[in-house]
């Protein structure tokens, strides 16, 4: 069974960049289709982008388009969310998801078997 680790998370000041990554452990990151959700305190768990192989197709919530970038390296089993013009309403918990599913038309938590143990991103001056 594949597990999902997340690293990268801190605080940066509105308006910074941050990266967070997500490596899988036991099986190679080709097989899934990845995605990042974010949940803040007190808040449902949302949607933040997702990353399909084969093909690499990506898929944003309207929210972080343009600001948000996942990627891929798949030499390092690897899914990064490159965040810039951070905002404090970016403050949350962020998990990496995964399934063996294609499509990038799956953005609920409920559609994804596998996450990891979440890390944490502040925004605050």
């Known amino acids: 069974q594949v597990q999902l680790v997340e690293s990268g998370g801190g605080l940066v000041q509105p308006g910074g960049s941050l990266n967070v990554s997500c490596t899988t452990v036991?099986?190679?990151?080709?097989?899934?289709?990845m995605a990042w959700f974010r949940q803040a305190p007190g808040k449902e768990r949302e949607f933040v982008a997702v990353?399909?192989?084969?093909?690499?197709?990506?898929g944003y919530a309207d929210s972080m388009k343009g600001r948000f970038t996942i990627s891929r390296d798949n030499d390092k089993n690897t899914v990064y969310l490159r965040m810039n013009f951070l905002r404090p309403e970016d403050t949350a918990v962020y998990y990496c998801?995964?399934?063996?599913?294609?499509?990038?038309?799956?953005?609920?938590?409920?559609?994804?078997?596998?996450w990891g143990q979440g890390t944490q991103v502040t925004v605050s001056s």
């Open positions: 998801e995964a399934t063996s599913r294609g499509g990038t038309s799956r953005r609920t938590p409920c559609e994804y078997k596998f």
């Open positions: 036991g099986d190679y990151v080709t097989s899934y289709t």
């Open positions: 990353s399909t192989w084969p093909g690499g197709s990506t």
